[in-house]
């Protein structure tokens, strides 16, 4: 580490990271979704990210299987079971997105804008956009992995379009008829959602109904924790993502050789270490490396010291998991208009 030079670099990646400027041109989405997902991690991975080593290691988890047994009548002295328990084995597929910028030193040398100050606002649109890039990949998610099976109660389950619909004559009940339906299918307690802005409208105006009103709605949400979503599609009536809390989660997972820190900037591999996420407070991998290039073309110059970098996040999404073929824990629900 000659002269300091990636303890400087590093520095100044903290201050990029962390510093808040700009508000109106940067802004951006609570990305309400990625959040709650990440309120599961503990619940769904537990210790499995330090188990996985490398990117080719497979990840499996070995589960035990549910299986119904019809009782019996009577005691036996001889008593004999019909069978031994069940086990399954699910994977988990990790995913990836990155993103790359540079920074040009001499550039920097002749802006108003320092080479940190360049650094920040490159580091701001990168992570905005890897954020953007992520709660569309969460929601995309949701809704190829919601719930193919499921049994129907006050509300019908559509095993075509694999969703529970609610009638607009009961429009005043959605979220009474959502418990209703969860519990028909044997989850209890309280239950996550993912909502596009009517619903959260509705859940908005059914908490405001309260016990002064004549028509008093509020007592349906206990036990619902919403969160909106305006990345979600607007449907007319409106629609949301369901499941228990604790069964669906993020996590996110890092390389050895970041983790540990290796390299230096000015070598041939560059460096090789972690950042904090500013907004979710993951680690994301990050390597920078340097080199001469001729940047005469673009306000630099023909000998110009170029630093690359490149931010990674490396997560994995995950239900708690089923052996019942095309189950999930995450259910959908419509809101009809007409």
């Given amino acids: 580490?000659?002269?300091?030079?990636?303890?400087?670099?590093?520095?100044?990646?903290?201050?990029?990271?962390?510093?808040?400027?700009?508000?109106?041109?940067f802004r951006d989405y609570e990305h309400s979704a990625v959040k709650l997902l990440l309120m599961g991690?503990?619940?769904?991975?537990?210790?499995?990210?330090a188990m996985k080593q490398s990117d080719d290691q497979p990840t499996k988890v070995d589960l035990n299987k549910k299986v119904y047994t019809a009782s019996g009548s009577a005691k036996d002295a001889a008593h004999s079971a019909a069978a031994f328990g069940d086990s399954f084995?699910?994977?988990?597929?990790?995913?990836?997105?990155?993103?790359?910028?540079?920074?040009?030193?001499?550039?920097?040398?002749?802006?108003?804008?320092?080479?940190?100050?360049?650094?920040?606002?490159?580091?701001?649109?990168?992570?905005?956009?890897?954020?953007?890039?992520?709660?569309t990949e969460i929601v995309a998610w949701l809704n190829t992995n919601r719930t193919q099976v499921a049994d129907s109660s006050i509300l019908t389950?559509?095993?075509?379009n694999f969703k529970f619909d609610n009638s607009l004559a009961d429009l005043n009940l959605f979220f009474?008829?959502?418990?209703?339906?969860?519990?028909?299918?044997?989850?209890?307690?309280?239950?996550?959602?993912?909502?596009?802005?009517?619903?959260?409208?509705?859940?908005?105006?059914?908490?405001?109904?309260?016990?002064?009103n004549a028509d008093?709605?509020?007592?349906?949400?206990?036990?619902?924790?919403?969160?909106?979503?305006?990345?979600?599609?607007?449907?007319?009536?409106?629609?949301?993502?369901?499941?228990?809390?604790?069964m669906v989660g993020m996590t996110t997972w890092n390389e050895l050789l970041n983790r540990r820190g290796s390299g230096s900037v000015g070598n041939n591999e560059g460096l090789f270490t972690t950042m904090v996420d500013p907004v979710f407070g993951f680690l994301?991998?990050?390597?920078?490396?340097?080199?001469?290039?001729d940047t005469s073309g673009a306000s630099g110059n023909v000998q110009d010291i170029v630093d690359e970098y490149e931010i990674?996040?490396?997560?994995?999404?995950?239900?708690?998991?089923e052996s019942t073929a095309d189950a999930s824990h995450i259910f959908k629900f419509l809101q009809a208009d007409s």
């Fill in 1 to 25: 580490m000659a002269n300091f030079t990636d303890s400087q670099l590093l520095a100044a990646v903290a201050r990029a990271s962390n510093k808040i400027q700009d508000s109106g041109e």
């Fill in 41 to 49: 991690e503990n619940d769904v991975f537990r210790d499995l990210n």
């Fill in 89 to 135: 084995v699910k994977d988990i597929t990790y995913l990836r997105k990155t993103q790359t910028f540079k920074v040009s030193n001499k550039q920097a040398d002749g802006n108003r804008l320092t080479y940190d100050s360049i650094l920040h606002y490159e580091m701001k649109n990168k992570l905005q956009s890897l954020y953007l890039d992520l709660s």
């Fill in 157 to 160: 389950f559509d095993g075509v």
């Fill in 176 to 212: 009474e008829y959502l418990k209703s339906s969860m519990k028909k299918n044997k989850y209890n307690t309280t239950y996550d959602i993912v909502g596009d802005q009517r619903i959260a409208s509705l859940y908005r105006q059914l908490a405001a109904n309260g016990r002064t």
């Fill in 216 to 246: 008093n709605t509020e007592f349906q949400l206990p036990g619902i924790n919403l969160v909106e979503e305006p990345q979600m599609a607007i449907v007319d009536g409106g629609q949301c993502f369901a499941w228990q809390r604790g």
């Fill in 284 to 293: 994301l991998d990050l390597h920078v490396k340097r080199n001469i290039v």
């Fill in 312 to 321: 990674a996040i490396t997560y994995a999404l995950e239900g708690t998991w």
